[in-house]
């Protein structure tokens, strides 16, 4: 039934097709090294007949008539096509993918352009890379593949957010995401944190992880992405794309067959790395047993096994380790992956239509994700002259229970998890959260801790996003010469959440609840005129001149209620206080920009681009800016004749000078009516206070004349391909230069005001980029096995703030956890650390035996000195093994978790020396200039992880960031066509996939170094606090093609 | 056909393209003006709600041993071995000079500025940003006065101590004469204190100025003449002229210190102990603000009270601080009637500006004891058996007992205001003679007891004017003896 529902759509969109058979026969080679390729799939386009070549590269084959098309494709070789015409011997030569210098690349502003043309780095993915091994945020799914990109998935909640940054982080002032454009359209990539109205992105309260806006866009949906690196790649994006682009593509039908593709996955997730607790001692202080405390300085369980003790629920039990109490809190987490595509086209007309589906369940208990996305791409020619293309995108997505963390909020739930006493069973804590009156059953002695199904059972946070992008696209061949464009489009979302806390949580006895209406429209519009001249067979000129308008608005309403009257009603009338709040912002850009390339023969090519601004956010006599572009590439190779051992040269040089703009709303002073005022421990108080409202002056003191800040790079390249293509270099070097920032510094709070916006400051980013292909083994036997590696060092100095300002403060962590940017240094970690002496020895207290403290100290840098992803492919015969292995070297990591299992006890390494004298490594300050070696004892291991582990003793819990991981793995196997004749089925590929399998090598315990808590919007990162733990996820794969 | 239609769009697209487009940068987030009267409330508000919170009351209380943390059992240890947050370091400050105070100063130029001038507007927020100005300096010493809350100083200077409290006697001056009962204009609704009552407002300030005479007399007595000339004036002279910042038993607008509780601890106070610096005190002489002060310990014996040791573990028997002291509508109490009775009764005793005469030294004394236990509900009965039979009468001992007594017990009423506290015990003698004798805590570091707050990092690092040679936390303020 479904195949003639299939045959009918065939019949109604396919063209009809003259019925005369024919019989056609040739051999498909390797076009570099002619030899024979066997298994290559031939097919009769716009039909279901097909073969596949014999061990000698034969084929035969029936084609209907001679008008047919042959379509010629093999894993790692580009698809060819070739007309029939009558021909009955058809040889073929195929080109492996990599090798195609005529790859057409989308760059800025949606033009394409040859790669060879390109005078910087753009890097390509294809869907095939993309989907190697499937993700459901197209950000995740680029970790490893292009170099230069460093992409870190923040935690393990489901749909969580993703950090992206290109080429190192430039900006001082926050973001330094890149723009993402889908089909020509800047989509929003907004990571919005709950507490705060603006979106400024700091946080440590109980923030759940909500994702960010660029993995709404479906992986199934895209053919390619170009990721534009630099500013000279960028220039034409202006202000917007300062951090880089990365560009989509969507999928559209092709000319002549209808295709209907069916991709399903199944994924199970389990935690990636779990701490390693000890299981000898159970909850207390000081060897006695206490169930006021939730941590693991009692009794050693051996020893006590003549007494009985009170539980959590009040139940007199003999004391046991229950080992797995952690682990077994967290469930497999379930991902399904469906998606479908149907696309076909004529000589005038092309479709595609694509249907997503995405559910998810997390590893912690009730915590589900859904997406479901509905993509329409069509394009006409309405005439000779003019053509027509619109794509939409709608987008629905929704989640529940996705866990808070952070910390001083209830409803945070890995500190409660990862400090469960070892003595609790996770099912007690499971089966017993209510009391026979529906009252909670809380894990301390104190009622004070809330029992983690409590919280999962009840409070669960939940968000519903609607998401619409679409753009139109007409183009005039005005004459044969000269085109003219527009492109319109916008990209809004609505989106609503919910945290509540049920009366009866610890902490909110009365319940409250917040509801965020978030409301979020990017409106773009890009007139282009396209002229090509040849002015001689030899020199061809391309000029385009562009218009561009953008404007950015934001709408967002917060309301809470506390104190409810009737349980488990979330309505505001059944609040006794509510607190609502409101904000608004809007924000254009008007550009106008030209390119001009010119291109000589077939080996030089320089480009030459300008673009001015006018920014609505800045000072009107200083809104506008220019920023210039040079670009150029010369191949080399063209004059050499022995291509023997270099196949390809071309080297790329460029040289480009962007600015931006600031946030909307920073000239005026300006006067706030104040919803709430500040109290420490997220204490804060709301206005009215006893019926009276508070109006509040500005804390940042506005400057009016505020400049557009400055970023100018320089990048030289090489393209090197060597023995017939077999093997390829990329060598990129850049030095990007970031000067006039807008960024608020701190002055003195004596002036009254915490800081003033000003132009300050230069931060360097001189980095290499390598790429490195390797066709290790392609033999005629069909056995091929490629290597991918890139490769990206950044050095990242800050060459000089303000004048007397010696150091300016990034993100804020807590407890004098700071991240920091000082003059000829990298942004770094800075916080409390041990007092030294000059010889490095540290200073231990003669009274206590702990550690001496000393505030202010530089631990490391937040960023990596380099990173590396290398992606093997094996393929034989239909079956392809591809991985990825994911290198990180540098840069420090703080761990807030690791320093709240030490302090209470519960981690492995707190568990020895305790019925032992304990002695720590450092010296004792004579106080005459010496020092001798320390001989003071600790009074307790207690005492000494207290102190060692603190929160507030950030040197305790950092650690070196690198790891090596082990990041996909795919094992795929194409059914051959033959096995395929004879049914409706045209193509089917199953594969077994696994992501993050393993951590193969890191520096931290207990905790995954990947994990971040300041989210994908804050300059911060290298912190880690009570994050839900990332996860290893395996899964199998089914893709059909009709 | 299709040229008219690009045409029209190319020139749709270039008409919305000009600076007007483009003038859309004014916030509809906020106002260009505000009113004196809204910054004023708050202004206080968030110098309530520091006071009241972990940036101020919590480690000045736990570092100036008043409370106790109970250790690892509490709160656990920091405050109490000078470990204090830089983020309150830094919030506090923030909340004297920006949060509060520039807001202040903000109110007081635009009340100035108006047609006519709102001039009792203005005096009312001199008289709450002195009073700001005082606290602040009796926390850091040292720090920009002069210079602070000025567009034309980017890095204010650092004034001395004296000049800034003899500054804060003119700035409190300027406010009375300025204020001038016949103008209705003032701050009225959004004055959470007086609403508006300037009497009362000009007793606060008058007193104001006693108490920062009180402060800078063991250092300059020459001072004593003008405290001699505020007794004949308009003093705070009864409970109902008590400066209270209020909190309220409603949603979201509780005492910070009820909210520390109810959030995290399920209403229970886990966290703060009482400190046998303020108790045995109490205890010696049975007094019966003990059961109202502290909470028995979950597994005390009822009536069993009992304090611990700053920086020393408590138990599940240790009393805690009373949640009666932490109810949500407790009001954060900044001068009361019977701290300007203990003054009086020190003035008399001592002979500041008058004759000591310890018979009227008793007399305010008595009264003062009376009004705190008053304050704290204490029924009257047991005032007065306390009166009759626990209180030492002090006109029969000599003057330096005397003096003793009174700053036994002003120590005792000032235990929940650990900052007026903090003055007090610096204030009561020379070092090593003060009441309470305060020792270091066990594991803080050597050199003495906290007398300063180190200069928050926030204002050195990006105050050119800084002081560059940082006092240790142990070194005394200039008023400090």
Known sequence: ??????????????????????????????????????????????????????????????????????????????????????????????????????????????????????????????????????????????????????????????GGSSKIIIRGANSLGGNNQPIFVVDGMPIDNTFFEADNIEGTANSITGNVDVGNRASDISPDDIASISVLKGPAATALYGARAKNGAIIITTKKGKKGTTQVQVNTSYRWDTPLKLPNFQNEYAQGSYGNYDLKFLNGWGPKISEVQDQRFLDFKGDSVVLQAYPNNVRDFYQTGFTALNSTGISGGDEKSDFRIGYSNNMQNGIVPQSQYRKNGVTLNAGRKLSDKLSARAS?????????????????????????????????????????????????????????????????????????????????????????????SNRVGTDFYNEYRRQIYKKGTLGRMNGSFTTYNLYNRVFNNDLMATANFDISEDLNIRVIAGHNIFEQERRRTIVTGTDLVMDDLYRFGNAKSTSPDNYYSLKRLMGVYGDVGISFRNFLFVNITGRNDWSSTLPVENNSYFYPSVSSSFIFTEFIDNKDILSFGKLRLSWANVGSDEQPYQLDFQYAAANSYYAQFSLNGNFPHGGVVGVTGPRIYPTPDLEPQNASTFEVGTDLRFFNNRIGIDFTYYNTMTTNQIISIDIPLSTGYFSRNVNVGAVSNVGLEADLHLAMIRKPNGVNWNINVNFNKNTQIVEELSEGLTEYQLSSGWSGLQIKAAPGEKFGLYGTGWRRNESGDIIINPNTGLREVAPGKRF???????????????????????????????????????GNIRSTGLALETAENRDQVFIDAGVQDMGDGTYRPNDVPVQSMQDFWAHYSAISNTEGNVFDASYVKLREIRLSYNLPKNVLDNTFISGLRMGVEARNLWIIKDYVPHVDPELNFFGPAAVGEGVEFNSIPSVRSFGVNLMLTF | MKKIFIITLIISVFVTSCESWLDVNTSPNSSTTAAPDDLFAYAATAYGANRAGGDNYMPIGFMNQAISTGGSFGWGYAEDRYDISPYSLGNTWKAYYSTSGNNLQLAIDIAEGMDPAANNSAAQAKILL??????????????????????????????????????????????????????????????????????????????????IYMTMYDKDPSVADDIAALLNGDLIASADDNFLFPFFDEPQNENIKFKLFDRYANGQNLWIFANKNVFDFMAAYDDPRIPVYFDEGPEAAEGEFKAVETATEADATTSTISMYLYRPDAPEVIFSYSEMLFFLAEIHARGIGVAADLNTAARYFEEAVEQAMLFCEVPQADIDDFLASDLPDISTMSAEDALYEIHVQHWIDLMDRTLEGWVQSRRSGDAGNEVPNLQLPNGAPAGGIMRRWPYPDDELTGNINAPSALPQIYDKLWFDK
């Open chain 2, 130 to 211: 002195a009073e700001m100005v005082y606290e602040c300096t009796m926390i850091y010493g040292d720090m920009p006065y002069s210079q602070a809350w000025n567009d034309d100083y980017a890095y204010p200077e650092f004034d001395a101590q004296a000049d800034i409290l003899n500054g804060l006697i003119q700035d409190i001056d300027a406010a009375i004469e300025q204020i001038d009962p016949a103008d209705p204009i003032r701050i009225i609704e959004s004055d959470l204190f007086y609403k508006g009552d300037l009497d009362k407002w000009v007793r606060l300030a008058n007193s104001i100025k006693l108490r």
């Open chain 1, 860 to 898: 490391g840098d937040i960023y990596p000195d380099w990173i590396m992803g290398i992606n093997n492919t094996l393929s034989y015969k239909g079956i392809d093994l591809n991985f990825l292995v994911d290198i990180r070297q540098g840069g420090v990591f703080y761990s807030g978790t690791v």
């Open chain 1, 392 to 484: 939409l995108n709608y987008i629905k997505t929704s989640s529940e229970g996705r866990p808070a963390q952070g910390s001083n909020d209830m409803n945070v739930l890995t500190s409660k998890i990862n400090g469960l006493p070892r003595t609790v069973s996770i099912d007690d804590v499971r089966e017993n959260y209510v009391d026979e009156f529906g009252d909670q059953i809380a894990l301390d002695g104190d009622k004070s801790v809330n029992n983690p199904f409590w919280i999962i059972n009840n409070n669960k946070f939940t968000n519903d996003l609607e998401r619409m992008i679409g753009s139109a696209h007409l183009a005039y061949q005005v004459t044969p010469w000269l085109e003219i």
């Open chain 1, 1 to 158: 039934m479904k195949r003639i529902i299939f045959f009918s759509l065939f019949l109604a969109m396919s063209s009809a097709v003259a019925f005369s058979q024919m019989k056609v026969n040739g051999t498909v080679i390797s076009a570099e090294d002619n030899s024979l390729l066997p298994g290559v799939s031939v097919l009769v386009r716009g039909t279901q007949t097909g073969t596949i070549t014999d061990i000698n590269g034969f084929y035969e084959i029936t084609v209907p008539g001679d008008d047919a098309v042959l379509v010629f494709s093999f894993v790692g070789m580009d698809q060819k096509e070739v007309e029939v015409d009558g021909q009955s011997l058809i040889d073929v030569g195929l080109t492996s993918e990599y090798l195609n210098l005529d790859e057409v690349v989308v760059t800025a502003v949606g033009i394409t352009r040859s790669e060879k043309s390109l005078g910087y780095k753009v890097s390509s993915v294809s869907d095939e890379q993309l989907n190697s091994v499937r993700e459901s945020s197209v950000v995740n799914s680029l970790v490893g593949k292009v170099s230069g990109l460093r992409i870190n998935q923040q935690s393990g909640t489901v």
